[in-house]
Nanobody, 125 residues
Framework: QVQLVEDGGGLVQPGGSLTLSCAASGRSFSSTTMGWFRQAPGLEREFVASINWNWRVTYYADSVKGRFTISKDNAKNAVYLQMNSLKPEDTAVYYC??????????????????WGQGTQVTVSS
């Protein structure tokens, strides 16, 4: 089993910044991929970003390119999502996800095997 625990969500004003964290435990992460997804009320869960754990290759959805940065900390078994220039449309529950696959963008839900509980991000003035 893999446990994923997100943290860092909250309320932020438009244009502000927020950093989410995801602590992972249970397995080695040398040949996996970690991803961030988000889901706003009434909308489908959508891909935000992913990172291949071993090669540190990153991928981003077009909607967040240039604003969000995904990163990892091997020592802490953690993945982060730094969000800058936040917009109201970024408001959603953000989910950390784990995939057994070692490479690729992995932007589809079914490519992930474990999910965190989600953390709420609200961008509002």
């Amino acid at each position: 089993q893999v446990q994923l625990v997100e943290d860092g969500g909250g309320l932020v004003q438009p244009g502000g910044s927020l950093t989410l964290s995801c602590a992972a435990s249970g397995r080695s992460f040398s040949s996996t991929t970690m991803g961030w997804f988000r889901q706003a009320p009434g909308l489908e869960r959508e891909f935000v970003a992913s990172i291949n754990w071993n090669w540190r290759v990153t991928y981003y959805a077009d909607s967040v390119k240039g604003r969000f940065t995904i990163s990892k900390d091997n020592a802490k078994n953690a993945v982060y999502l730094q969000m800058n220039s936040l917009k109201p449309e970024d408001t959603a529950v953000y989910y950390c996800a784990y995939s057994r696959r070692a490479s690729g963008e992995l932007h589809r839900l079914h490519e992930y095997d474990y999910w965190g509980q989600g953390t709420q991000v609200t961008v509002s003035s």
